[in-house]
């Protein structure tokens, strides 16, 4: 009975911890609130779990409309010791959100906020059927970008929200779709300053085109229909392809802010789309020699050095 009576006053607080936050002036939209509630054990960090409404609705499945995700502040951040933030688009892949839930906590470690959401269809957001449901009709599909542009903005005005966060020191990275997202989220959200693309590129119908496990899917909704109505989705999605999203990412590269890594044998993001993409944009490549697109993901401890010297560049320098 004791021990049932101290986990329910354990529960009890854990309850009353969580906070709700109205976001009174979002980048667009009406008012719109954010569940806020710490994250246990917590020694190195401060962390959060969020829960808001996604920007747009999906009715006829409503699971797609509740936005979840975690933020990660240092230790030392304060409203007057403000910190740098990013936010870090997660991949396609079933990993449950641990690759970037940790990049953000190694950020967070080292003086960077970090923020990562579940995109539309992913994670609790897809429901039993999970992200094949973006493809279920055209409308779903081109809906989908732009929910999820849409709750990207949203993500950071909520970072924004935390007077700890430096508003002029706002990142953005991700790896491979997350890489795609991030060149998404600067083109329309100019509070990004540094963006990193990892496993990235441009010309989105070669990259469906390699016909792989996290393509083959999309390849198959672009190609489904006769030549003509292909060539329409095609010019549709024109619009997202990160080589039409680089009018920002040129002015971030012109100030050292805009960086790729690459897998110099991607077998599904072609190397050529990540050269063409670094010239139009002219930043810079770091390209990982003889790994694919899999084997990136055996040398996560020097992707690691390299996003942390990347954006430990906002932070300010020691005193000698």
């Given at each position: 009975?004791?021990?049932?009576?101290i986990?329910?006053?354990?529960?009890?607080?854990?309850?009353?911890m969580?906070?709700?936050?109205?976001i009174?002036?979002?980048?667009?939209?009406?008012?719109?609130?954010?569940?806020?509630t710490?994250?246990?054990?917590?020694?190195?960090?401060?962390?959060?779990?969020?829960?808001?409404?996604?920007?747009?609705t999906t009715?006829d499945?409503?699971i797609n409309?509740t936005v979840?995700g975690?933020?990660y502040?240092p230790l030392?951040a304060?409203?007057d010791?403000?910190?740098p933030?990013v936010?870090?688009f997660?991949?396609?892949g079933?990993d449950?959100?641990?690759l970037?839930?940790?990049?953000?906590?190694?950020l967070?470690?080292?003086?960077?906020?970090?923020?990562?959401?579940?995109?539309?269809?992913?994670?609790?957001?897809?429901?039993?059927?999970?992200?094949i449901?973006?493809?279920r009709?055209?409308?779903?599909?081109?809906?989908?970008l732009?929910?999820?542009?849409a709750?990207?903005?949203?993500?950071?005005?909520?970072?924004?929200?935390?007077?700890?966060?430096?508003?002029?020191?706002?990142?953005a990275?991700?790896?491979?779709l997350?890489?795609f997202?991030?060149?998404?989220?600067?083109?329309i959200?100019?509070?990004?300053?540094r963006?990193?693309?990892?496993?990235?590129?441009?010309?989105?119908?070669?990259?469906?085109?390699?016909?792989?496990?996290e393509?083959?899917?999309?390849?198959?909704f672009?190609?489904r229909?006769d030549k003509?109505?292909?060539?329409e989705?095609y010019k549709?999605?024109?619009k997202?392809d990160?080589?039409?999203?680089?009018?920002r990412?040129?002015?971030?590269?012109?100030?050292g802010k805009?960086?790729m890594?690459?897998?110099q044998?991607?077998n599904?993001i072609?190397p050529?789309?990540?050269?063409?993409?670094a010239?139009k944009?002219?930043c810079p490549i770091?390209?990982?020699?003889?790994?694919?697109?899999y084997t990136?993901?055996?040398?996560?401890?020097?992707a690691g050095?390299?996003?942390?010297?990347?954006?430990?560049?906002?932070?300010?320098?020691p005193a000698?």
């Amino acid at each position: 009975m004791k021990k049932a009576f101290i986990l329910f006053l354990c529960l009890a607080s854990t309850i009353l911890m969580a906070e709700t936050r109205q976001i009174a002036k979002p980048s667009f939209g009406p008012a719109f609130n954010v569940e806020i509630t710490p994250l246990p054990d917590q020694k190195e960090f401060r962390g959060f779990s969020i829960r808001f409404p996604s920007a747009f609705t999906t009715p006829d499945y409503p699971i797609n409309n509740t936005v979840l995700g975690e933020i990660y502040l240092p230790l030392n951040a304060k409203p007057d010791h403000q910190t740098p933030a990013v936010q870090v688009f997660h991949t396609i892949g079933p990993d449950k959100f641990q690759l970037e839930r940790k990049v953000c906590q190694v950020l967070a470690k080292e003086g960077i906020a970090g923020i990562y959401i579940q995109l539309p269809y992913f994670g609790q957001r897809g429901g039993l059927l999970g992200p094949i449901v973006i493809i279920r009709t055209e409308e779903a599909f081109f809906q989908g970008l732009e929910q999820t542009r849409a709750d990207a903005i949203r993500a950071n005005d909520i970072l924004l929200s935390f007077p700890e966060i430096n508003p002029q020191q706002l990142g953005a990275m991700g790896f491979s779709l997350g890489a795609f997202m991030t060149a998404n989220a600067a083109a329309i959200d100019h509070r990004i300053q540094r963006a990193l693309m990892i496993l990235g590129g441009g010309n989105l119908q070669e990259v469906f085109a390699t016909n792989t496990n996290e393509t083959k899917d999309l390849l198959g909704f672009f190609t489904r229909e006769d030549k003509q109505q292909q060539e329409e989705l095609y010019k549709k999605i024109a619009k997202y392809d990160p080589i039409n999203c680089t009018d920002r990412l040129k002015v971030l590269a012109r100030n050292g802010k805009c960086a790729m890594i690459n897998a110099q044998n991607d077998n599904v993001i072609p190397p050529k789309c990540s050269k063409l993409l670094a010239e139009k944009i002219g930043c810079p490549i770091k390209w990982y020699p003889n790994v694919n697109h899999y084997t990136f993901f055996e040398h996560l401890s020097e992707a690691g050095a390299d996003i942390r010297a990347f954006f430990k560049q906002d932070l300010p320098k020691p005193a000698k």
